[in-house]
């Protein structure tokens, strides 16, 4: 079947260590790549443009970093609740976060340009 590009898209998913892909290809060449984790977390991706980025995780699955092919990243930390404590990332952005001992987020403090 012809998208409305009049390319055929292609989609294969499959299980490779422990983790999932898919690839994504049509007739003109374009092309995707993704992989997730057992559970499901994001882990990578790219493209036949050149575009790609990457995930981590801790044990609990917050997100500890992304970053891409154009040089920007991200960074979070966390308190033992899996609450966020910290996002810091590389446009000089900041951010800190405090809780009540219920879990409730009580403030948040930014600056930016951080460089």
Same mark, same amino acid.
């Given at each position: 079947? /012809?998208?409305?590009l ?9 299980h ?8 994504y290809? +049509? ?7 993704s992989?997730?984790d057992r559970?499901g977390?994001?882990?990578?991706f790219?493209?036949?443009?050149g575009?790609?980025?990457e ?5 609990r699955? +917050?997100?500890?970093?992304? +970053? +891409? ?5 991200e960074?979070? $930390?966390?308190?033992?609740?899996d609450?966020?404590?910290?996002? /810091? ?5 900041w951010?800190?976060?405090?809780y009540?001992? /219920?879990g409730?987020?009580? $403030? $948040?403090? $930014?600056? /930016?340009n951080?460089?």
């Amino acid at each position: 079947m /012809k998208n409305i590009l009049g390319t055929t898209d292609h989609l294969e998913l499959f299980h490779t260590n422990g983790e999932i892909a898919y690839d994504y290809f +049509n007739d003109s060449g374009y092309w995707e790549e993704s992989t997730f984790d057992r559970q499901g977390n994001y882990l990578a991706f790219k493209s036949s443009e050149g575009y790609s980025c990457e995930y981590t995780y801790d044990e609990r699955c +917050n997100m500890l970093t992304f +970053n +891409n092919s154009d040089g920007y990243w991200e960074e979070y $930390t966390y308190d033992e609740s899996d609450n966020q404590l910290t996002f /810091k990332d590389s446009d000089g952005y900041w951010r800190e976060y405090t809780y009540d001992e /219920k879990g409730f987020r009580l $403030t $948040t403090k $930014t600056k /930016k340009n951080l460089k």
